[in-house]
């Protein structure tokens, strides 16, 4: 052995520090028995990534540590992997496990592998100290395969023997949210959380449902202690990712993106929300780099149809736009934004009869909007039909008309929701409200059954009533819809301050949320609070562009009240250029003027302004060419 010159001369000493040294690293070393207790702990604490690295390590010193075998098993368990499952339970099986003390796992590694029989085998012969984990898998086994009834009663044997047991109130949780029944849901998670406070999946699905009933911000508290009890758990980390981009928090969804894929470096969902940040920038070509690292693992399913859709589009690959959107409308018929976009791609291909296809379900609704219109009008251009072309073009131009809540209905999945919906448009209050009452008394922790009660209400103007329903509704889905409806019964019973109230906690849970940003700018607007109702206005022009009248309109009567005459007549030129035929942007661009000095002009737009309105049209299959 050849030394370093420091060392020559004092050999015999520097021999003796080396051997001392290698002695203590080998007793500071941990034995597997200390690794295995470690990841016991680790496991027992919620910190899962900590005890997968612990197993690790105690199964390369001694392969045969059926303990260990066991644990790895019951990692790969609740990670889903069925198949790793299984192969560890064969192995601790080889290595001396008892069949009494696997068989409860291995019917959930053949429930994972999609074998409801074969787990109902294995959990019927469960030992007696494991029958609450074999009732459990029993439960989930006779879900998939279609027994409800059965799972709830297996569910119930699982309480009754272990009560503290949080994976079976999680289980009970994820099904009752799976047919829509938020309320005991929510209460399954609490159970969950209070048997389990470190049960970093059960945080999860508190958050979750938190996201739901409350709103995105107040869900974010649930993700990080979640992430706090177990740090390498991706889909906390995925879900804080995508809620934080929805918050408009774009560096913090970019570093848990960023996190996730250092743990898991082939996941495509921190690509897809990274590709959704870069479109929303209008950055689309690194939006497009950004979805083809997903590899297509979103291209069935409807936000990536969406994202697709619109980064075709924007490519001017008006074709393959079209192809994905009109996939999506066939899975969503009543997703407004995705027909809008088919229609307009249909439009650039030269096929105007498609684009008046895709656009009449929202075009003959009184509540449609002006670029919908607008598109029809230019369809019906290509296809020479002028006359009823123009008289979309002035709907377009035209102050849009409320909606009844039915509309919203179209697409719910649930036959008797269907139903009432459709008593609703029929006019057949009385039948509508007998099952509606119904639905909400058969399912009370459905927020679904209390939005019929007040679309009911309010469509017989009973609005006291309607806001009670909505409110029992928000309490268990905080949603836009309800949001929406809520504070419109509130305002139309006389309660203002709490419509104010409504509005203001869902704008502050949804920063990013149109709706509530545009009620809150025209609350300022009608309040005459002019510099927030111009700064709310210029933040939704950033996002929205140029070519919403409406928007510009407001935001000209914003700037002349805070006494900017100059951007006042800039936006309200912009807006009646728009929509010249629409009396609210005559009668605002006529006083801009008025003020200026141009009063010959401005008489002429007020006066434009005090005319009639013609009917609403409506399309009719009979109008359109080739239908």
């Given amino acids: 052995m050849q030394l370093d ?22 007793c500071s070393a941990p034995t597997p028995e200390q690794s295995y207790e470690t990841g016991v702990t680790a496991y027992r604490d919620g910190r899962l990534r900590e005890a997968r690295i612990a197993f690790m390590n105690v199964l390369q010193a ?23 499952a299984e192969a560890e339970l064969t192995r601790a099986r080889q290595n001396g496990a008892q069949p009494a003390d696997i068989r409860h796992l291995m019917a959930h590694a053949r429930l994972l592998q999609g074998d409801p029989r074969g787990a109902l085998e294995f959990a019927a012969q469960a030992a007696p100290d494991h029958r609450a984990y074999a009732a459990r898998v029993t439960g989930l086994a006779l879900l998939a395969s279609g027994d409800q009834l059965a799972a709830m009663q297996a569910f119930d044997r699982a309480i009754a023997a272990n009560p503290n047991d949080s994976a079976v109130w999680l289980d009970i949780a994820r099904f009752r949210r799976s047919i829509g029944d938020l309320g005991p849901a929510l209460v399954a998670t609490d159970r969950a959380v209070a048997a389990n406070p470190r049960d970093s999946n059960a945080l999860l699905m508190r958050g979750e449902l938190t996201r739901t009933q409350y709103g995105l911000a107040a869900a974010i508290p649930w993700f990080d202690r979640a992430l706090e009890v177990d740090p390498g758990n991706l889909a906390a980390l995925l879900e804080r990712a995508s809620t934080n981009g929805d918050l408009g928090r774009t560096t913090a969804m970019v570093e848990d993106s960023r996190a996730a894929l250092a743990l898991a470096p082939d996941h495509p969902l921190p690509y897809f929300l990274q590709a ?27 936000a990536g149809m969406m994202l697709s859709g619109i980064l075709a589009y924007q490519a001017e690959d008006y074709e393959g736009a079209a192809q994905r959107l009109a996939r999506l409308t066939e899975l969503q018929p009543g997703n407004l934004k995705a027909r809008r976009l088919l229609a307009a791609a249909r439009l650039k291909m030269g096929d105007p009869a498609g ?3 895709a656009a009449r379900i929202i075009a003959d609704r009184p509540d449609a909007d002006s670029y919908t219109l607008s598109l029809v009008a230019a369809a019906l251009d290509q296809q020479g039909n002028g006359a009823l072309a123009a008289q979309y073009r002035d709907r377009a131009q035209r102050p849009q008309q409320a909606s009844g809540p039915a509309w919203l209905w179209s697409d719910n999945s649930h036959p008797e929701v269907r139903a009432v919906g459709q008593l609703l448009v029929a006019g057949n209050l009385d039948a ?23 679309d009911v209400m309010t469509a017989r103007s009973d609005h006291g009533a309607a806001a009670e329903a909505y409110r029992r509704a928000a309490n268990i889905a905080f949603t836009e819809p309800t949001a929406v409806r809520l504070i419109r019964a509130l ?13 203001r906690l869902f704008a502050s849970q949804n920063p990013r949320n149109l709706t509530a940003q545009t009620m809150l700018a025209r609350r300022a607007l009608l309040g005459g609070q002019w510099e927030e109702a111009s700064a709310r206005y210029e933040r939704l022009r950033e996002r929205i562009g140029n070519n919403d009248a409406a928007l510009l309109n407001n935001l000209a009567w914003a700037y002349g ?9 800039l936006y309200a030129r912009r807006a009646w250029t728009l929509a010249p035929a629409n009396p609210a942007t005559a009668e605002t661009l006529g006083w801009t003027l008025f003020r200026r000095g141009q009063v010959a002009e401005a008489l002429a737009l007020l006066s434009a302004a005090r005319r009639g309105h013609p009917e609403t049209v409506l399309l009719r299959p009979t109008q359109v060419a080739g239908r």
């Fill in 5 to 26: 010159s420091r060392f020559r001369g004092n050999d015999k000493k520097w021999l003796v520090t080396l051997t001392l040294t290698l002695a203590l690293a080998a």
């Fill in 432 to 454: 509508a409200l007998q099952r509606a009452r119904a639905l909400q008394a058969s399912m009370p922790g459905a927020a679904d059954a209390h939005l019929l009660v007040g």
């Fill in 355 to 357: 684009a008046i296809e």
């Fill in 561 to 569: 009240g805070a006494g900017d005459d100059d951007l006042a007549y």
């Fill in 62 to 84: 001694e392969p045969d540590h059926v303990p260990a075998r066991l644990m790895q098993a019951r990692l790969f368990l609740d990670r889903g992997d069925g198949v790793a």
């Fill in 276 to 302: 959704t940040l870069a479109a929303r920038a209008r950055m689309y070509p690194l939006a497009r780099t950004l979805y083809a690292r997903t590899r297509g693992a979103y291209d069935r399913m409807p």
């Fill in 491 to 503: 305002e139309r019973s006389g309660q203002g301050q709490a419509a104010d109230a409504v509005l």
